[in-house]
């Protein structure tokens, strides 16, 4: 019966864990990795109640799933997922899922007063009331299984807000991030092409600033994009002196901010 329980809270506490905020996820986390990897496991490999102590079942418990979970991780290490939330828990979970299926068949070949479980049996409950310490149990269970659904409807309910931020990026030759200008003659012109990208969740506008060797030479704006807009623009550069490492200077402004968002640059040599 607890197997059930702890196979349909690995499944619900996937979104709750990965996507939910606050003190109930933190315990679900921990519940998750300190108390399911080994409880499942061991109940596989003790199927029968009194193959091991309960003493010695707890504290393997414990101890296992520490170990599982470090071995998830260092898998994944080697692994294009990498050591992440989502990658962990689903390896994580699979480890469940499985000692829960084997545990499962394990008891089932085993008499029915002779199988380890957590809970009570739920004939021995038919045919009388059941003590304090089961009844405890249950409302705790009862009380994870609700709290895990509730934050799962809270989660699907209310997403996380999505970040707000700007993209400014600058182009080179056939339109990479690469393959910049880095040698010019005095009197001949370059360009590169500046690209804006919106994802502040609301319109916004923008100024752009190109300084050569510290002289503004360009100024563009406003630039008024609406949520998810673009912008691209070539910008055209024409040395006025000669001079190696000259700074080429990209500044980004965001509405009335007097200080740039951010900014890109790059260096020309400059012969006579």
């Known amino acids: 019966m607890e197997l059930i329980i702890i196979f349909l809270l690995t499944i619900i506490c996937f979104p709750v864990i990965t996507l939910g905020e606050g003190v109930f996820r933190v315990i679900l986390g921990i519940v998750f990795l300190v108390i399911f990897p080994g409880y499942t496991v061991m109940a596989a490999l003790f199927p029968g109640k009194n193959s091991i102590k309960s003493i010695e079942r707890a504290a393997f418990t414990i101890i296992l799933s520490f170990a599982l979970v470090s071995l998830a991780g260092l898998i994944l290490n080697y692994t294009p997922w990498g050591i992440k939330l989502t990658p962990i828990y689903i390896g994580v979970s699979i480890i469940i899922v499985l000692a829960s299926g084997i545990a499962l068949l394990r008891r089932s070949e085993l008499p029915e007063s002779e199988r380890f479980t957590l809970l009570p049996n739920i004939k021995m409950l038919k045919r009388g009331n059941p003590s304090k310490f089961d009844l405890a149990l249950y409302i705790c269970l009862a009380l994870i299984v609700i709290g895990a659904i509730s934050t799962l409807v809270y989660v699907i309910a209310q997403p996380k807000p999505q970040q707000s931020f700007s993209n400014f ?26 690209g804006i990208e919106n994802h502040e969740q609301q319109d916004t506008s923008y100024n752009v600033l190109v300084t050569f060797d510290g002289k503004e030479t360009q100024s563009i704006g406003p630039i008024l994009l609406a949520n998810e807009g673009k912008w691209t623009n070539e910008i055209t550069l024409t040395p006025s002196k000669a001079g190696d490492d000259q700074k080429v200077e990209f500044m980004l402004f965001k509405g009335d901010e007097p200080a740039p968002y951010l900014s890109l640059h790059l260096w020309l040599d400059v012969s006579e």
Do not use: F, H, S
């Open 169 to 194: 990026y600058a182009l080179g030759a056939e339109d990479m991030m690469a393959n910049y200008p880095r040698e010019l003659a005095l009197g001949e012109q370059t360009g590169v092409i500046l």
